[in-house]
């Protein structure tokens, strides 16, 4: 059924054929040129392909590969990329001559269909097979549509948009743009909203704690010791982030303790929040050898010299940090340590942090 | 110094003017009468603007707004918007004729800076004057330079890549875009990394937990009953959001108590991580009133036939779950309160969430 009028339009793409007078049908032809021969050596596609025989071998997957989840709501979500969208196999007719064939698709959980561009395309045949993509879904019933576009493919941005996508998240190598269709309220999951910092509090068995004075940012030149601090990267977990973070600024190894307290704040960079952890963590060395990058001095330093310091004196976050620091030292404080578990939905291990002093876990749990 | 060729370069903008040759030339001129106009209105600019004597009026700030932080480490970023860059206050020759008027911009804390595009541009006029912004501020040694392009702007989504930009972030309404200049390993500050859930524990005098069953996801139709699980949504705090969370889903009224305990888990929403705060909500009412959009049903179910559920028994999270609530029903566990504090660099309240049990924390100070 698909091969005759496929072939028809494949004779339009000869670039020596008459037929062509514009500049985006010869740039057609040659994103199918490209298209095709990536579709035979790599098996991707960003467009439906069609060739003969090779319409049985072009059913390509362009699922968004995500991980398992614990289930927070129907916002959350995650792909069946086994399952192409039907409506991949379709064409419809533009003007009655060229046909415009439909985005290729993969079916979410929640109704909504995932493009995921692979291939270069021209943005004015894009918004042609878009717009036509978008009234079939719509006839379909479905509800969110993404489109996840890697950079090299800005030129698809514009017309997306122009078809009623905004901007859902973005990471340094791609956008996930995103169209909700029906009339109802979208329920289409939450962007990343949060940033996650450490504070390490790291002390010997002479009461001193390791302390850095930064070169750079709102701490530089202020003379005061501060524990490290840092960010926590894509994908690392908070107690493996501190371990790293302590080693990085001072070269000190350390083994992850507890997670004393967390501090959430917001629009502390652009629109976004943070969640701030003051981690306690146990030396392993002892040698202190400073980042030369964005460490200005690094040392230990007596406890009580450290809580002297005016900046730690003060109300609000800093004096929370050193009250939770000392009670850890002195009263037996019970943070949460974090206990190698298994998520729900899949064999992914991840860390619960609870009260394990309360829940009497068995030290050999934890991590 | 500036009026002079300013005015110069205005003559060109004349549309009746033979000088007129392309298509960016009367994009151009259009996008100087829509600015002009629109400084004179609301004082905002994408471009510089300088007409005589309007050249100290139109000193204005591109910043982008952000709010107070703690800081992690250098990656961390704030804006001086009160600090606009000097490059603004030049100009260009392109080709000896037409002038290249320089993007507006803020210098940031780090070195680096920010544009924020308000007005429309033609891409080519964007791209020619972006070309010419970075060669300045390479001489001037800048680092991070910044671009929030609102989404209405889409059509320099694609000069900017290709003139070295990357995708920092994005929200339904703009993309900012970032270029490091150095030739040293960037420092920018991360991007939010982790989307925030919460699952709600709320228990009456009679041993009954409130449990919900939901009409989508993965619990659709396995007649699992669970607690009131939800996404903090942005700028939402933890606390608050359990307590709207459980408000919306069942119609029940809580006071937030503690954070029980965390799981971190990646990938669970594409690249992304999450955090998933287990939470203790006292009931404040107790007529429950299901929410049609996402409930299928809610209601009191006595805990032991709540734990009795095969989903609820399973090792890994939900057993954690399980267990964290029974000990702080049974065994008096300690969790994380939250306490409101102050943000060391600003009087913006936030919450730290620590042992207040072992703090000694009077009750007066909690939530």
């Known amino acids: 059924m698909i091969t005759a009028p496929i072939r028809a339009s494949l004779l339009c793409f000869n670039p020596y054929n008459k037929c062509f007078s514009s500049v985006s049908s010869i740039q057609r032809f040659s994103f199918f ?7 035979l050596a790599t098996g991707s596609a960003g467009l439906k392909l069609c060739f003969g025989d090779l319409c049985s071998n072009s059913q390509i997957s362009g699922g968004v590969k995500v991980g398992a989840e614990f289930q927070f709501d129907r916002r959350s979500m995650s792909i069946s990329s086994s399952n192409p969208s039907p409506v991949a196999d ?10 415009t064939e439909l985005l290729i ?11 995921e561009m692979e291939e270069p395309m021209d943005s004015e045949v894009f918004r042609s097979s878009l717009s036509a993509s978008l009234s079939q879904w719509r006839k379909e019933g479905k509800r969110g549509v993404w489109i996840k576009l890697p950079i090299e493919h800005a030129n698809l941005v514009e017309p997306a948009v122009k078809e009623g996508f905004w901007y859902h998240h973005a990471e340094p190598k791609y956008l996930m743009l995103v169209h909700w269709l029906p009339k ?23 009461r001193e704690v390791l302390v850095v004075q930064e070169n750079a940012g709102k701490f530089k030149g202020t003379g005061v010791w501060k524990f490290p601090t840092g960010v926590i990267e894509q994908g690392e977990d908070v107690s493996l982030g501190a371990v790293r973070e302590v ?18 704040n ?11 952890f003051v981690c306690m963590l146990r030396p392993l060395s002892f040698d202190i050898q ?35 620091c000392l009670a850890k030292m002195d ?30 876990q068995p030290s050999s749990s934890r991590i």
């Open 184 to 206: 109802t309220e979208n329920t289409l999951p939450a962007n990343a909203s949060h940033r996650v910092g450490i504070c390490a509090f790291v002390m010997n068995d002479e």
């Open 247 to 264: 080693k990085e600024e001072t070269g000190i190894d350390t083994e992850f303790v507890e997670v004393l307290a967390f501090r959430q």
């Open 90 to 99: 379709q064409l419809l007719m533009e003007n009655g001559v060229q046909p």
């Open 290 to 324: 400073k980042q030369e990058s964005e460490i200005e001095d690094a040392k230990w330093m007596p406890v009580d010299e450290f809580t002297a310091q005016p900046f730690w004196q003060r109300e609000g976050l800093p004096k929370h940090i050193v009250d939770v």
């Open 266 to 276: 917001h629009k502390s960079f652009f629109e976004k929040s943070d969640l701030f």
């Open 33 to 39: 040129s490209r298209a095709k021969s990536t579709a």
């Open 105 to 115: 698709a993969v079916n979410d959980e929640y109704g909504g269909v995932i493009i």
């Open 331 to 360: 009263k037996g404080y019970a943070g949460f340590a974090p206990t190698p578990t298994i998520t729900s939905s899949s064999n992914q291990s991840s860390y619960m942090y609870m009260n394990c002093q309360c829940l009497n």
